[in-house]
């Protein structure tokens, strides 16, 4: 049973780390077996109705932290909570009558539709799945609302179209409407529009506005700042496994706490070219996500890292400098 009042999505100190093959020699030789450590102690919570946007930039840990959030993947600790419940331990039987309340829409439309089925189909296969709709008419009355809820009107032009014969924008749309017919409460958008031209992402994105909108909780993985700064109610910004700030979007972008956070705003275009900012280009590669650095692990590009940054990790807290009580940065100088 739902705890009353309780988050949508409620995930505290989430850890998740993939092994690292020793190989025979490895074994052999009794080498200590080594891990990814993909996801960090990572904490968040989205609302109903609310859209909460994970930055950063690639191989920080983003979509590992949305499929352990789905339980697509196995947590090494932590826990998940969903609507009040603890789905963290469930089995796969457990979990099946969820997944119609959790859905994903993946990065790359090109890839995430079956290219063999018309959109009535690859539409209608999610309520086949999971046994729901109940006729065949009923069902193909819910394709078509999905379609048109996803801004696919009128829904009869799609239906009987193959991926191929859409276009870039109206192939996401699909993959959205593919995930709405199902009626879930959190959506999960994979970078929904990085593999869209600019002058349909606009489109998309107002779509997830109006699902946020209608009371669907999204967490939308991302790594534009700006694109975030507009449509997410809260943003979190991820870097090497690890939440380094969050906060309302606005504050985030306005007053950034992080050095982190300071250096991808840098480089977000202006809308006027008379307000120019230096960029702050991170020196030196990402570290190893098999060898975390010690103390803070953005020292080894930070620019205004001190000694006692190599040995002490922070945690988020709120600073003096914002004004939000959940404004919160990882920065012993912030």
Known sequence: MSAVGAPLLDVDDLVVRYPVPRGLIGLLRRRPQLAVHAVEGVTLVVEAGELVALVG???????????????????????????????????????????????????????????????QATVEEPLLIHRMGGSKGERASLVSDALARAGLSPPELFLDRFPHQLSGGQRQRVAIAAALVLDPQLLVADEPVSMLDVSVRAGVLRLLEELKASGLGILMITHDLSTAARFADRIAVMYLGRIVEEGPAGEVVRNPQHPYTKALLSVVPRRDPRMRRRPQILRGETPDAVRIPSGCRFHPRCPIAIDVCTTEDPSLRRTDSTQSPHHRAACLLA
């Open 57 to 119: 930039e690639s191989g920080c840990g983003k979509t590992t932290t949305a499929q352990a959030v789905l339980r697509l993947v196995d947590p090494l600790s932590g826990s998940i909570r969903f609507q009040g419940d603890d789905i963290t331990q469930l089995g796969m039987r457990a979990l099946r009558p969820l997944r119609r309340r959790m859905q994903i829409v993946y990065q790359d439309p090109y890839e995430s539709l079956d290219p063999r089925l018309r959109v």
